[in-house]
Each structure stands twice: as C-alpha cells, then as structure tokens.
C-alpha cells in the first residue's frame, strides 16, 4: 500500500477529525434539545405550584422565589422565574438534588 | 418424570400432533432453494457459494420456528405454569432449547438431501457436514431460545426475532460456513481449518448456553 | 444517591485539557509512519474510539448483572447510558475506519479488515437493544429483559472478534494489528494519550447522560408530588436512574 500524497492524505485525515467533531457537536445539540425540555417543564412546573399556593392570602411565598406578589394570584409563566434560582431549593444546579 | 423431560415431550408430542413448525420451515427451505437456483442462475454449487446458500436457508427457516416457539406458553399461560411448579425454571429453558434442537435436525434431516440432489455432485460432504450440523443446531437452539423468550412477550414479537437474532449468530454461520466450504470444494471434500471451525462452534455453543441457563431465571420473574 | 451533575465540570475541563494535548501531539509531536505516511494519523482517533467503545459495551454488560443481582432500577439506567454513549462511539469508529480504508485501499469499505467487519457486526447487534427495549412496556420487565440482553451481547463480542478474525479469506495482512505492535516510543506516547482523552470523552458523556436523566427523573417526580397534570402527547418508557 503505497502512502498517499501529503495533500491528498491531509484530506482524508483532516475528513476523519471533522467526523469525529461534528459527532461530538450532535450529540452536544441533541443535549441541549433535552436540557430546553427540561427548563421548560421545570418553569411549568414552577408556575403551577405557584397557584396551587396562592390561594392563602399571607402565605409566605416559596422559600428561593424572588420578587413574586403573594397577594396576587399568579396566572402565567411569572417573568421573575427567569433566574436560575427561581424554582425552590438552593439553586438549579443537582448539587441540591435530593436523595433518591 | 423430571420436569425437563415432561415439558420437553409436551412439546414434541403437541407438535406432532399439531405439525406447525417443522413442516413449514423444511416447506420453506425447499423453496428457498429453488428461488436460489433462479436468483444465482446455476444448477450446481460448490465451495463457497454452496455453503453459503445452504447456512443461509437453513437460519432463514430455523428463524420461523424459534418465532413460534414460545407462543403456546404465551397464550395458553404456560409461564404462569411453570412460575407457580415447584421447579427449577431453567427447566424450561432447556427444554424448549431441546425441543428447538429436534425441530432443527428434523429440519436439516429433510433439507440437506434436498439440497444435495438440487445443487451437489456427490454426496461425499453430506457426513462430515452432519457433525457440523449438530453443533451449529446446538448453538442456534441456545441462542434462538434465549431471544424468543425474550421476544414473546413485547409488541412486534415477530419483527423482534430475526432483529436481534441475526447479527448474534453471525459467528456461528462463519464457522459453519467456514467448515463447509471446503466439504463443498469441487474437487471433493476438504478439511482446511475444520478442527478450528468446530472448537469455535463449540465454543459458542458453551457460552450461549451457560448465558442462557444463567439469566434465564429473570426472564421468568414477574 | 448523589447527584449524578457533581464532579461534571472538573471532568469536563480534564477531558478538554487532555483531547487537546492529545491533538497537538498527534499533529506536532508523532513522526510521520513509514508505510502509511500521513493517512496513519487516523489511527490515533480511531483505535482508542473502539478499545473504547468495546470495553463500553462489556461495562454495561457487567452493569447489567449488578441491576439483575440487586434488582436495583438505576444499575439498568447506568448499563442503558454505557451502551448508548459506546453506540455513538461505534458510529465514529465505522465511520473513521470507512475513511482510512478509502484512503488505503480506494474503496470506501472493505471486508478484509476483520476488526472493522467484527466492529460492524457489534454495532448491528447492539443497533437492536433500542427496538428490543422500547417493545416492552412494562417498565420492570423493559429494564430486566435489557439487562439479559446487555449480559449477552457482552458475552457475544470476544466470541465474535475471534470468529470473524478466523475467516478463510482473509488474504491480506491486518494493518490494525501491525500498527500496534512494535510502536515507537514517540508513537506509543501520542497513542497513550489519545487513548486516555478518548476514554476520558466516554465517562464525561456517560455523566453528562446520567445527569440529565436524574434531572428529568427530578422533574417527573416533582411533577407526581405536585399532582400536576402530565405533559401531552405519548411518551415511550425508557430507563430511570431514580
């Protein structure tokens, strides 16, 4: 088997890395995909024990939830869950995910 | 009676009885012969092409009968049966791998005189072909259990057989083709490597059926 | 059960630090193979893919005897998450070795590779555990009846390495082999280290998996103790790591 040209060789090389590559940007996409997926239904989630709560007039709010009008009952996605923090618990990060 | 000898002539007696299995896949074999005649356009086989259109057919038709091996258990609530006997549960296992092993060497005691007098020139391969057989039966009954067991009790029973089932006998028809070949030569029988092709159907034929007796206890847990 | 996310970003962050070493050794360092010339390089990405997706698939066949032993959901979860991220490697590996066998021999497959044919063989079997899985409904039985089948594919891929290296045409010498024996130290290292970044990828990927399992097993939970309404359409059953 004699060897390729370098250029030509550089070719096929340089087809395997970019392979390799995009693999690896697929799988990171396809992650993301999830990862939206999940935010999404953390903040439905989130909306939804809102207005189970709100009903008790002084009730304080969920421990972690910034900004939010106890008073008021809540009746779509609050804009003040944006941040990271807004469902209860001591961050979005699984650090504090709870045992299972 | 032990357990594995009733179940195992449950079995050979209801297909006696019913002729379900065997009859279609040596019907089939048959066949498939013929459209392999037209497909490859020759009227005699040797080597290679030989070995290779006989393993083929005789794993197509042993196919429909490990789909329908577990069926009447399915339905009829065998597993219940055996869940609730006081047995040993791989009881089963080895005797439906029994009753496939029959159905398998009724299939090729029918299939491979066909073949020979369809597509050979002398029957000079047909006994040593006979030990290959056996322990290619063994493995395929091994294995083919195992996934119908697994198969019978999902949706797409039917699709999932052959799907998981080919690509997990694939070393077993290298081997059996890989001893056949040269029993097909055309100058006559051969025996390049045949000691080699039958350690490793061995081979596979201990570990499926070691895996098989070993996790076939969980399949039967409900 | 610890959170799966803990330890993701140092792991992340070792992976990086080691693929790139493991580039610019490839392309800087490595001298030029004497044989193959430049097309050799492939072999550092692809070689450590499959040793690495290989022992991947024993993995989670040895997982899957630790879920049928204990009978514990999340050792399934952790077998099904080793054989899909060993899948995806094996895409890659077929995938690269389909290229340096156009590079090598003009055609864009070749049979007389027998690693690459056993390869293709071990990725068509475990391309059935997913349509074997989601057939069965029951999500104890789905999680059991993988296991069996993850027990057995394990046990199926020395045999089936052995087999087809046996295979009567194989006329030509196995490039694969001669490749790795024999290497010179500067090959060795860049070889090394290509192989650890590889493997590092493989569990990085596993974690990555596992924790966004966790977080949407978090999220069906929170979901049960919320008695919230569940999300529509259908939604097939698949391996929870708890």
Excluded at chain 1, 34 to 62: D, H, M, S
Excluded at chain 2, 160 to 166: D, K, N
Aim: hydrophobic share 55%; charged share 15%.
């Amino acid at each position: 088997m004699p060897a390729l040209p370098l250029g030509e060789a550089g070719r096929y090389v340089a087809a395997a890395y970019i392979v390799f590559l995009v693999l690896i940007v697929v799988y990171v996409a396809i992650m993301a995909a999830k990862l939206q997926r999940i935010e999404r239904e953390l903040r439905e989630l989130a909306g939804f024990a809102e207005t189970r709560q709100n009903p008790v007039p002084t009730g304080r709010p969920a421990a972690g939830v910034r900004g939010v009008d106890p008073t008021q009952p809540q009746t779509g996605p609050d804009p003040n869950l944006a941040p990271p923090e807004a469902v209860g618990g001591p961050g979005a990060t699984t650090r504090g995910a709870p045992d299972v | 009676m032990s357990a594995f000898a009733a179940i195992l002539a449950k079995d050979l007696r209801s297909e006696l009885r019913t002729l379900q299995s065997v009859p279609a896949m040596a019907l089939f074999s048959v066949t498939t012969f013929v459209i392999f005649r037209f497909g490859l356009d020759r009227t005699a086989l040797f080597g290679s092409l030989a070995a290779g259109v006989l393993w083929a057919t005789l794993l197509f038709a042993a196919v429909l009968g490990i789909n329908r091996l577990f069926v009447a258990e399915r339905e009829e609530g065998g597993f219940d049966a055996i869940r609730l006997a006081p047995i040993d549960r791989t009881a089963l296992f080895a005797a439906k791998a029994a009753a496939l092993l029959v159905y398998l060497i009724v299939l090729e005691l029918i299939a491979v005189p066909i073949f020979a007098l369809f597509f050979l020139r002398s029957p000079a391969a047909l006994v040593p072909l006979a030990a290959v057989a056996l322990l290619a039966d063994l493995g395929l009954a091994a294995t083919g259990t195992l996934i119908s067991s697994m198969a019978v009790n999902s949706r797409a029973r039917d699709l999932l057989v052959p799907l998981v089932l080919l690509p997990l006998v694939v070393p077993l028809m290298i081997a059996a083709t890989g001893a056949t070949e040269p029993l097909m030569a055309v100058g006559g029988p051969g025996y390049h490597r045949f000691g080699t092709w039958l350690a490793i159907l061995a081979l596979y034929d201990l570990i499926f059926l070691l895996v098989g007796y070993a996790v076939f206890d969980f399949l039967l847990e409900d | 059960m610890t959170s799966f996310g803990f330890g993701l970003k140092t792991l992340s962050t070792a992976t990086v630090v080691t693929l790139t070493a493991a580039l610019c050794l490839v392309f800087f360092y490595a001298p030029l193979d004497a044989n193959q010339g430049f097309i050799q390089k492939i072999f550092y990405l692809h070689v450590p893919l499959a040793m690495t997706a290989l022992t991947g698939y024993i993995v989670g066949g040895l997982l899957a005897i630790a879920h049928l032993r204990t009978g514990e959901r999340r050792w399934d979860a952790y077998s099904y998450v080793s054989i899909h991220i060993s899948v995806i490697f094996s895409v890659a590996v077929l995938i690269t070795g389909s290229i340096w066998a156009k590079a090598s021999w003009g055609h864009w497959w070749v049979w007389e590779e027998p690693t690459l044919v056993s390869f293709l063989i071990v990725f068509l079997l475990y391309a059935t555990y997913y349509p074997f899985r989601y057939a069965i409904e029951d999500p104890e039985r789905q999680a059991r009846y993988a296991s069996v089948f993850a027990v057995t594919a394990g046990a199926f891929v020395p045999l089936n390495f052995l087999a087809v290296r046996l295979t009567p045409s194989l006329v030509h010498p196995r490039v694969l082999a001669t490749a790795n024996g024999g290497l010179p130290n500067s090959m060795l290292l860049t070889f090394l280290v290509c192989l650890a970044a590889i493997v590092l990828l493989w569990i990085t990927l596993v974690k990555f998996e596992l924790t966004a399992k966790s977080a949407s097993g978090q999220v069906k939970r929170l979901r049960r103790a919320l008695d919230a309404p569940a999300p529509n359409g259908p939604s097939r059953v698949a391996p929870e790591v708890g």
